[in-house]
């Protein structure tokens, strides 16, 4: 076995007493038990706590302290104790020149003072301490905080056990990172819920308000995200005169980076409807904006629509989205040709007039209803759709129920919305 340094106390090396074979050994399965104890938890609090109680059970007799260096500061925090009276858990010292702990965590290397009124770094804490020891505990070369023992007897470790609770303290190093680790990521896994949370309520908001109240018309609207937000929407613009915008767009991506996108584009979209008579002329002047400031590769496809209510006409243009789908005595897809998504490139975009006469219906959908899979991935598809409005009950809420009963076991997921405008 290589021979431990000497301390700069008196160049003393460690002290020859040695305990029993029996009794240390026992000492060893202890704190060997301990170690294994302290790999299996990765929470902080409950860590430390394990590390002092089971190392004073284990060695008896001792008050043993953990301290943990505060972030890249000068301090290091009392973190773990168990056997100490003065001083509490939170309180504080200065790295290199505060106490032997001070002093470890400064130099890297270990201290053991077999006399502690002899020692120039010990700070009299325990009136009955006599003897002490402060081990560094460092993780990826650098010192993270030091595991201090103190013992009632004078040069009461031997060389063996301070080789035993050196092996322990590198144990306890990598465990006590591995949980500030996993506390951190939780932390960040927490705040990035919060942040999530706090979207979906925003976007909540601005799908859960009033739909217009339009006299020969009504209105069902479904909004139903695959994760906390989404890049789906739809929107209704006063437009005056008895004229309304009726927009429902998807934007390519999923998650925040989508619903950021989403907001930018309903919010250019709201400021340049009441602009123009026509929904071609709207979704040109939005598509130049787009194009100018969206991220290369994002885009949006968008169905947006002028519904005259004093006509009962809608007229539709499409930015590459699906084609609405006309409910009547035969349902079938608007003759619509479409132009680009939003934010490709220049485009310009056809537009399809529909009489919407009592009892005619159109819905408007986003892909996440069509493309939905089923286990065996196969898509809902048109005909689908077509089916289930078939039925004289069918709504956009049931339409929601049966694409998520379709799509059961399958992993492919995606943001399913739906606008139904029902002349009455």
């Known amino acids: 076995m290589a021979t431990l340094p000497t301390t700069a106390q008196t160049s003393h090396p460690f002290p020859p007493r040695i305990h029993s074979s029996t009794e240390f050994t026992q000492v060893l399965m202890k704190l060997q038990r ?36 505060d972030g890249k500061s000068d301090e290091l925090v009392l973190c773990g104790v ?5 001083n509490k858990q939170g309180a504080r010292l200065k790295i290199g020149r505060q106490g ?28 009955e301490t006599r003897s002490s020891v402060s081990i560094p505990l460092k993780a990826a070369g650098e010192v993270i905080g030091a595991l201090s023992i103190e ?21 306890i190093a990598i465990a006590v990172e591995n949980a500030r680790l996993f506390r951190n990521e939780r932390a960040e896994r927490e705040r990035l819920q919060q942040e999530s949370s706090e979207a979906r309520a925003m976007q909540q908001a601005l799908f859960l308000k009033a739909q217009p109240l339009v006299p020969g018309f009504a209105f069902e609207t479904a909004w139903h995200p695959a994760g906390a937000v989404a890049g789906d929407w739809f929107d209704f613009i006063d437009l005056g005169n008895q004229r309304y915008g009726i927009a429902l767009a998807d934007v390519s991506g999923k998650g925040m980076p989508a619903a950021l996108l989403m907001s930018a584009t309903r919010a250019l979209l709201r400021s340049i409807a009441p602009l123009y008579t026509s929904p071609a002329q709207t979704l040109e002047h939005l598509n130049r904006t787009l194009t100018e400031d969206f991220p290369t590769g994002k885009f949006v496809t968008m169905v947006y629509g002028i519904l ?42 056809p537009e399809s007039t529909l009489t919407l006469d009592p009892g005619t219906q159109l819905l408007l959908y986003t892909d996440g209803i069509t493309e939905a899979m ?20 069918a709504c956009v809420n049931s339409l929601i129920a049966e694409v998520q009963r ?19």
């Open 100 to 127: 032997m702990v001070g002093h470890v965590a400064a130099t890297g290397k270990m201290r053991y003072a077999p006399d502690v009124s002899k020692d120039p770094y010990y700070i009299p804490c325990e009136p």
């Open 34 to 69: 301990a170690s294994y104890l302290i790999a299996s938890t990765l929470d902080l609090d409950a860590l430390l706590d394990r590390v002092v109680n089971d190392i004073a059970a284990a060695i008896g007799n001792v008050e043993v302290d953990v301290w943990l260096r």
């Open 406 to 424: 379709f799509g059961t076991g399958s992993t492919h997921t995606d943001d399913a919305t739906a606008v139904l405008i029902r002349s009455r």
């Open 151 to 171: 013992h009632c007897e004078i040069d009461a470790f031997s060389g063996d056990q301070i080789r035993v609770i050196q092996a322990l303290a590198g144990h």
């Open 308 to 349: 005259d209510a004093a006509s009962r006409q809608i007229t539709v243009a499409s930015a590459g989205h699906l084609r609405p789908l006309v409910i009547n005595q035969d349902c079938s897809f608007l003759d619509l040709d479409t132009g680009l998504p939003l934010g490709l490139g220049a485009s310009s975009y």
């Open 82 to 86: 168990r056997g100490c009276t003065k």
């Open 374 to 393: 089923d286990n065996t991935d196969e898509e809902f598809g048109p005909a689908r759709l077509i089916k289930h409005f078939r039925n004289p009950e």
